[in-house]
């Protein structure tokens, strides 16, 4: 007996290692084709109403597939209009800059008594190491990534318009995986995978939207320049759980100080950071979120790491809602039960706050 659940475990452990290296190496295939899998879900709503109301199929895909172009698009041009706004202060950020630097340096001399000529002379052997012949490379490896970045994005928006177009050859395949008796329950399968991701993916930009409010606001009343392109960034970092919005907000700082903001900007920032997490803990991922995407924090953690291992930070963001998916899986296949039960968490009732805010929509 023990010996088989050795041997059961050992194969185990061999599949998921097996399965991260295909996925590590398959990178370059596997990432368009899950982020366009999740997009195609999100869409597929719209792309029936459209066909409800007597659209051809391939117009209705089309146009669903213009509402997440005009939505990147949106995004880029509003980080670009405020980029535009911040380049004109760059002579006041660099003479900040400058002073900073010359702080430190007369610290370190004070302190530790390094002469302004020996830390000059250590920069420049550091500069000299690692600055000959790397301009050229850095260009060309900045080119092939915005080249690479678009390639995958055209791909993806192929990949969405295949999936949506071909969705019932493609169900009818998956069923024909199951036995006759066992298809009713692969559906069931099929149609709650697709209503997680719809719903986690909903949900983060509906988060996403309030996270731009209340920063913009935040941001505005504690006195941060560009307090609108910080509240996006912000706002845009959270599809990267747990570590995008504590980036956003120490680049914040960061440039806050550069652009010579004093401390009380500074601990006005921390606190903001710290009442939007509050708000967005408690009230907005409950909220449009709710509790079918909810993941056990260990296992949130997990799949967040195992995914940036994996595909970098493409698995960052698509963790949460595979791990989603999985969970969902799990439900429907009777062995698989427990480890759906250790993924998620343990259903409890909404609090009476809750409660009243989602009546209140209702």
Known sequence: MEDKLLNKAIKVLLFIFLLALVLHYGKPFFVPLTFAGLLSM????VSLKLEGLGMNKAVAVVLSILLVVL????????LAWQISDISKDAPQIEQSIQQKIQQVKEYISSNLGISHQKQQELLQKQQDSSSGGKLASSLSTALASVGAILTNFLLVLVYIFLFMYFREH????????FPKTQQAEAGKVIESSRKVAQKYITGLMFMIVGLWIMYSIGFAIVGVKNFFFFAILCGLLEIVPFVGNLIGNILTVVVSLAQGGDMNVVIGILVTYGLVQFIQSYILEPLVVGSEVSINPIFTIIGIVAGEFIWGIAGMIMAIPILGI???????????KPFAFLIGKEKKKDSSMIDKVKNWFK
């Open 42 to 45: 999100l869409l597929l709503p």
């Open 170 to 177: 493609l169900k009818k395949f998956v069923l024909k995986l």
């Open 71 to 78: 939505f990147f698009g949106g995004i880029i041009a509003l």
């Open 326 to 336: 999985t969970k969902i899986v799990c439900d429907h296949v009777e062995p698989l």
